[in-house]
């Protein structure tokens, strides 16, 4: 979806930046609300956080000295503030892209083309998927493992190619509304590209007059989420460094992940 969204905004002409990639991850699921942080795996807790200074693993209480509580602390403030930023900004930012690809499809090719329909159910497939991964349910903050690194992770090859289908069925229609404009005797090829090419401008006119300001603001945010989940990666290490217990599971890591457990 994003891969095609690009595509599109660049033919209409917008300025695209490049391409942000945060190279930082969960290897666990992660519940975070006002009284406790748990990792989670599967459905089992691996390790709890409560009120920032007890921690419990494997369902067993570890005592912790003052130099174990001072990352654990930091550790459990950063997730507390970072967690549902970034849920909430997973569910803006799909909700932005979404909207961006519908209204380029109708500006392009009209609600009432045969594929919008099929279009619409892709759509709503991919924002369905994404808030499985990040949830708010109450005071309860749930992002699931793997979510954060690449969100083209949540097009399997089915949905993705429904996408491709449909926009791909739009360049048809693009072109026979265009060629209907006037008869093959009244308007020359060089013609109809300058319809297509006008169309083509002012749908990305719109839509960099719409969605630019926050898809910019969307993009810094993302980028400050991303440098803090790197620091609380480091914090994470020196408290796995520190408490033996917690050596097994590694929550945030960054740069290529490794194996998925």
Known sequence: MLRILLLLLLTAGLPV???FKCEADLQYGLVVNKRHIRVIQDTRTLYQINQANQLIVGGHWIELNESQLEPLRELAEGLHYAVPKIILLATEGVDLAIGAVDHVYVGLVGSDHESY????KALWRVNQKVKTKFIRASDNYYIG???LEN???FMDPELEEEIEQALSTSV????SAIGGLASEGDTSMEKRMEELSARLENVGAEIERRIGPKANSLRKKAEWFCDEIKRLDRVEELLRDTVPELKPYDLIVTGTP???K
């Not at 329909?117 to 619409?120: A, V």
């Not at 048809?172 to 072109?175: D, F, K, P, S, V």
């Open 172 to 175: 048809g229609g693009i072109l």
């Open 17 to 19: 930046q490049a391409a």
């Open 117 to 120: 329909e099929r279009l619409q």
């Open 258 to 260: 490794p194996a998925s």
């Open 151 to 153: 969100v083209d992770e």
């Open 145 to 147: 493992p793997r979510s």
